[in-house]
């Protein structure tokens, strides 16, 4: 069995989730009872099997406390953003269709605005002290039972994506109202058998547990009996000091929380001991080669990626030797099987670029959205996340970027992203994006906008220094004919790069 339930019975005592920063903790034994209580709760304000519930909050104890309960209540439940703004949030509250909302003081202010008595309107919750028009988290679970509810079923995280490129999604999977202790079948392999997660196992995890993987991962760790260390928020150096002050031994990273560890000064990366790390797992973004190779130089081949997305569409893995052995790579399929398609939805041969299609995958749909699950579907039941890569000889693939990305200048189609991991090795680059602008006779061209580490040091002479090193390692139609400079870019805390954002400023407005 895995389940924290049966953890309770057999390790009641033992830590499974703390907070890095405050300390605060909670045992199998705590997690089970209010957990229990949590899905009593839900119960008796006539939630079912299948029915939904949304929840905003920062980083904390209740956050997986409330996955816990609607997960042994058969709910779906959608954890929102906290970066969001009151209108987004609104619309995935409507859109998730969730019969109960809960949040935070720290939190309060964006969603306070959408508390209402209209009819249909969801029950709004707040931990802590509610503020006025919230109802109580904490006083009406206490009073609930600590033992099961009846019809103990599992339920499923609907989670939105991040969207960086339009309105986010809604990714709902099929309800198959089964037993509470079946894992998804993927992150056990992941997990268990490629990371070595176990009883045993000290989970770090760095990044807002509103994103699938955090979240998962945070839920698998605990399913397998360990504990997680959860971080407040990322800080590179404070990663380090966790990691030896509790022994991690696993975590889950995204490639800009590698680039930040990285560009920490070498006296500070060799004063902290992570050799009780046994598994990195990444992912969410395309990790640059240099970068990865200076992380398996320094933590040893205990990185594992994997290419996915929260559709659950199919999954590439790819541990440390099988990287080293194919730089560059996101791995061979785990689940689904891979196919490269053209324009036209011909299969491309081995080492052609293509969009990256699955086949033999789970089905996966839009919530309230048919229009994009069926562009996401080929004519063959086929899906893609709408990234570009190719695959070799060997089965293994290679992301080139994303689809909506793409530069085409003068016929010649250019990935921003090979431009981006040139870049971001330049010492004094903290942050890039790459993408096209309007030109009047390529059709578009080469634009980089940097974050520097040093603002002061912004300007033409550092464009031109940065262009030159581009141009050293690249060719030129791939290197960027100017370059911006901003004091940060805007990506999501999970790491993805809000492209768009930046990309829109460059261009005319349709219409």
Known sequence: MTHPSHYAKTQPDKIAYQMAGSGKAITYRELDALSNQGAHLFRSLGLKAGDHIAFLMENRLAFMEICWAAQRAGL????????????EIDYIVKDCGARVVITTPTCAGQIKGLVGDAPGAPLFYMTDEPQPGFRSWDKETSDQPTTPVADEVAGYDMLYSSGTTGRPKGIKRTHEYGPIDVPNPFLRLLCEKMCGMGQDSIYLSPAPLYHAAPLRFNMMAISLGGTSIIMEHFDAEEFLRLVEKHKVTQSQLVPTMFVRMLKLPDDVRKKYDVSSLKGAI??????????KARMIEWWGPILIEYYAGSE???????????????????????VGSLKILDEDGNEMPVGQIGTVYFADAPVFSYHNDPEKTQRAFNDKGWSTLGDVGYVDAEGFLYLTDRKSYMIISGGVNIYPQETEDVLITHPAVADVAVFGVPNEEMGEEV???VQPHDMAQAGPALEAELIDYCREKLSAIKCPRSIDFAAELPRTPTGKLVKRHLRDAYWPRKG
Do not use: F, M
Request: proline share 6%; glycine share 8%.
């Open 282 to 291: 990444h992912a969410a973004a395309p990790c640059p080669v240099e970068v």
């Open 312 to 334: 659950g569409n199919g999954v590439t893995v790819s541990d440390s030797k099988q990287w080293l052995a194919h730089p560059g790579t996101v791995g061979k399929a785990v």
């Open 76 to 87: 779906y439940y959608t954890a929102i953003s906290r970066y969001l703004k009151q209108d």
């Open 447 to 449: 634009k980089a906008v």
